[in-house]
């Protein structure tokens, strides 16, 4: 065996390369010699070596120097070591450079490994550089016509190991992908010769590679003279049965080869007549996964083969995959079945409307077996049956002309001769099958356009009265069961969000029985069903709620005026709810908003139980539509700082303007539970506006809070002298409680807004002092919460810094520590120092452990002890200010980080201390756990 190395180096010294040819890079030289002693089974040492030959061709030296130093070993009679030489090849092409490979280098690459393929020994080494050559920018059309054919003429590719065949693969696929037209040119010779190389493969990997590359092929090539051959190789691997094994690295499932395969059998249709007898032979013999994988495949290759292809099999394909649905035990098999049915019925369509005859042929049966199932009493068969016609219906227009025009007279007549429910509710269940096949071809309100059957008209129109009637008969049969009823309902809101189906005025009709039934029904699954359908059609057609629904409900909303009593409560309560399912959409909320505020106007008497709870309900209702926007990304929240905001704010400010009213007279809206309500839909609105939205009304905000200016809330308050001043010490209470609102309103800014507020250090410093100077609870817990919200979004590193060691640790933590001082003192400092270390550890600051630190210090201080260790649920627990909603600074794993800090500490001082201290160190590692993601527990508990 002769290999001529000279010619290589002869053909690249054409490239003005011949005083390379004269000075040998003697370093090299050194490292071939090197390789080619070192033992087989030193895989470090080989690396090293590649490296460096590596290293030589990216600093200057030439490829050549590595083929000349490898001349003896590649011509050696040592079929060994010509292999290994080769491989030390193939290893430094596989990062060689790309200017080393110009265009006299690559046609001799070329030559060289195309050549070479006939040494046996070889092979794999030659094939793993092969498969590196097509991505040098001088590799050509010749070069992959040359590389295919003596792939296809010198190697027995299934007698290579894995690995190996795997390479042959991705050489054969990269070009087909990058020299295709190339390739093409070699037209039924490529074809063969692939068939070859893959006949026989059994191993995953290259069989999804393989399938690739068929289907490719089939695309672009003339398959013809080899067609029968080429189904044949692929045709042998159905069904596919693979289980990967435990702990596959690959990741190749089942799936993935079953779909690979069948995006093969569907690419052309050449392949129908050898393919359909298997098929149904498949479908005829086979059970469980290979079943449901040649029902699969028909659906697939069904269009693509055509009706002549189909037609020889009708009978036999409508029997197996109706036996499929009419007895199914498996709603995955069934699915398939029925869109194999639609599949080919299709397919049938597709011939044009003037051949129509096969198609017609076999709906025929279908229908006169449907329609001979549904004659038994019982209706057995009504659901299985009801979705082969509507599979069949959603095939095509003409299929969908001749189920309905074949069966919906036959249906409406048994639904009106009928006495039994159960028997008519089947009957309803088939004509919501019918609705729904045609909402899938002829569109809806939630697809508009249709694509499926555009320019063509619903065949369901011409029975549009009737089904109008029967359904709403069944809805509004107070006396009928209620599945029957529900089936009543399901069919008047299919209808609506049909296409134009419906005039505005028949929807009208509908949403009017909507109305009555949420309103006066006594059954609760009736009336929650019918809710659900109208927040559906109030998402896709707001316009017709707004005019006939929307007023209804508000209407029925108690004035003032009226008698408002407990017993009243679940009736308001519905209605509420209904107003907050179906007011979502922008234009029904803008609607809405004006009437809210107005019944909230009519409830300014003096407090109740019975105004407050309504009021609460009423303002609940609001909060929870506009935190429903802010999830739907709905852009109009924003717009409602100007209305809403301002109007609940007067209503709650105007009462604390009066002398009396610390009396017991005072309005609802100075009660608690109404004020936070307030706050949330203030908070709310806040996260929803920009920073230019959110800098202008922080400035009305703190004009309000901070200065008593009552100008933004755009209401006439009473005159008065008593100032609005609700930080101030010497303010009423129901003042001091409207800081909540306060905080709701800057606690939710963005950082860049809080960073153009002036002088931060000032304002928090006094937020601190009222903090431990109020006697108001509710204020004092407001403002700690405020000053969280300010340190935590804090920009400026040393002003933090200053104010954190100045008050938090200096000032607060005086206070924390002197046993002699005032307990309630004590305790409004602890009560504060918590939230401020809470903005800290949030952010990961190490001041905030330093605080944490002393915190724990403080478990065994006999008054504090127990709210110290309550502390730490607030630390590391959810809060409705600081959190990423509200634009808080929180970095990802702060808890786990909290958690290592603290664990140890807890544990460690356990220990040593006595029963009382115990206590309060194991309440507070029970907050740490009950707050940590389980994943940071189980990686600290042992194996």
């Known amino acids: 065996m002769s290999y001529v190395v000279q010619d290589f180096s002869i053909t690249i010294t054409d490239n003005n390369e011949q005083q390379n040819l004269r000075f040998f890079s003697v370093k090299m030289e050194r490292l071939v010699r090197s390789y080619m002693i070192t033992p087989n089974d030193s895989t470090q040492e080989f690396d090293s070596i590649i490296s460096s030959a590596v290293n030589e061709l990216h600093n200057g030296q030439n490829l050549l120097s590595l083929v000349q130093s490898l001349g003896e070993f590649l011509t050696s009679e040592d079929s060994a070591i010509r292999a290994k030489g080769t491989r030390l090849l193939s ?100 074809v063969l010769g692939y068939i070859q190389s893959m006949d026989g493969e059994k191993d995953p990997r290259n069989l999804l590679l393989a399938f690739s590359s068929i289907k490719l092929i089939i695309q672009e090539f003339d398959i013809l003279p080899h067609v029968e051959s080429l189904f044949e190789v692929t045709f042998c691997y159905f069904p596919i049965t693979f289980k990967p094994p435990p702990d596959d690295p690959y990741g190749i499932t089942a799936d993935d080869l079953k779909v690979a395969l069948r995006e093969c059998l569907s690419a052309t249709s050449h392949f129908s007549k050898f393919a359909m007898p298997l098929l149904v032979d498949k479908l005829a013999s086979s059970s469980g996964n290979a079943k449901k994988d040649s029902m699969e495949t028909l659906k697939a290759c069904a269009p693509v083969y055509g009706s002549s292809a189909i037609i020889p099999h009708l009978e036999i394909l ?172 399901q069919g008047l809101h299919d209808m609506i969000l049909l296409n134009k189906f419906l005039s505005d005025s028949e929807i009208g009709v509908i949403l009017q029985y909507f109305n009555k039934i949420i309103l006066d029904e006594q059954d609760q699954d009736i009336v929650l069903s019918t809710l659900k359908c109208l927040e559906n059609i109030a998402h896709y057609r707001p316009k017709i709620v707004l005019d006939v629904a929307l007023p209804i409900f508000v209407s029925k909303l108690p004035n003032i005026g009226d008698a408002i009593d407990k017993g009243s409560h679940t009736n308001y309560s519905k209605i509420l709810d209904s107003i907050s399912k179906i007011s979502v959409e922008p234009i029904l909320f803008e609607a809405l908003v004006p009437e809210i505020l107005a019944k909230l106007d009519n409830v300014l008497s003096p407090l109740s139980s019975v105004n407050c709870d309504y009021t609460e309900a009423i303002l609940q209702a609001l909060h929870s539509l506009l935190l429903k926007k802010s999830s739907l990304g709905h852009t109009d929240v924003s717009r409602y700082v100007d209305t809403i905001i301002p109007h609940l704010l007067a209503r709650c400010v105007e009462p604390t303007l009066n002398f009396n009213c610390e009396s017991e007279q005072y309005t609802v809206f100075c009660d608690l539970r109404i004020i936070r309500v307030v706050a949330g839909i203030i908070s709310t609105i806040t996260k929803s506006l920009n920073v230019s939205e959110q800098t202008t009304f922080v400035g009305q905000i703190f004009e309000l809070f901070t200065r008593g200016n009552t100008s933004y809330l755009r209401f006439s308050l009473p005159e008065t002298n008593v100032p609005f001043n609700p930080l101030s010490l010497d303010s009423s209470s129901h003042q001091k409680n409207l800081t909540l609102c306060f905080t709701a ?51 400026k590193e040393p002003e933090l810094i200053e104010f954190a060691q100045a008050q938090v640790l200096g000032e607060l933590l005086n206070q924390l520590s002197s046993t002699s001082g005032l307990e309630t003192i004590r305790c409004k400092s602890l009560y504060l120092f918590l ?18 630190g002393q915190i724990i210090n403080l478990f065994s201080d006999p008054i504090l002890g127990k709210q110290s260790a309550e502390g730490i649920g607030i630390i590391i627990g959810e809060s409705d200010i600081l959190n990423r909603q509200g634009f808080a600074t929180i970095k990802i794993l702060y808890k786990q980080r909290f958690f290592n800090y603290c664990v140890p500490i807890i544990i460690e001082r356990f220990k040593s201390s006595d029963d009382v201290t115990k206590h309060n160190y194991l309440m507070a590692l029970s907050h740490l756990l009950r707050n940590i993601p389980k994943q940071v527990l189980m990686n600290d508990l042992p194996s």
Request: aromatic share 8%; proline share 3%; charged share 20%.
């Open 835 to 852: 939230w401020l270390t809470k903005a800290l550890v949030l952010r990961t600051h190490q001041l905030g452990y330093d605080c944490t």
């Open 318 to 489: 409508w029997n197996y995959l109706k036996d499929e649905v009419i007895n199914a035990t498996n709603d995955s098999f069934e699915l398939i079945a029925l869109e194999a049915i639609q599949s080919i019925a299709e397919t049938l369509s597709a011939d044009g409307i003037e051949k129509l005859d096969h198609l017609q042929q076999f709906l025929k049966i279908i229908v006169t077996e449907c329609l001979e199932n549904l004659e038994n009493s019982e209706l057995k068969l009504a659901k299985p049956c009801g979705k082969i016609l509507k599979y069949c219906a959603m095939a095509s227009d003409p299929a969908c002309n001749i189920i309905i025009s074949a069966t919906l007279n036959n249906f409406i007549n048994q639904y009106r001769m009928n006495d039994l429910a159960t028997r008519k509710k089947g009957i309803l269940e088939i004509l919501t099958e019918f609705i729904a096949a045609s909402r899938y071809l002829y569109g809806s309100v939630e697809d508009v356009p249709a694509v499926r059957a555009q320019g063509f008209v619903m065949p369901l129109v011409s029975y549009k009265d009737d089904m109008f009637e029967i359904f709403s008969s069944a809805l509004l049969g107070i006396n009928e069961y209620n599945e029957l009823r529900l089936c009543g309902l």
């Open 745 to 795: 309103a800057i606690g939710s800014i963005r950082q860049e807004v809080q960073s153009s507020l002036s002088d931060i250090f000032e304002f928090l410093t006094k937020i601190v002092g009222i903090c431990l100077s109020t006697p108001n609870e509710i204020q004092q817990h407001s403002l700690a919460q405020l000053a969280a919200s300010i340190l935590n979004k804090w920009d």
């Open 91 to 190: 290893s430094v092409l596989s990062e060689c450079p790309q200017e080393q490979i110009n265009n006299s280098a690559a046609n001799v690459l070329v030559d060289f490994y195309c050549e070479r393929l006939s040494d046996t020994t070889s092979v794999p080494d030659l094939i793993y550089g092969l498969r590196y050559l097509p991505q040098f920018g001088t590799f050509r059309d010749e070069h992959a016509i040359k590389v295919s054919k003596a792939i296809f003429a010198n190697i027995n590719v299934q007698s290579l190991q894995q690995i190996v065949r795997h390479e042959v693969l991705q050489i054969l696929d990269i070009l087909l992908h990058h020299h295709l037209h190339a390739l093409k040119q070699l037209g039924p010779e490529f």
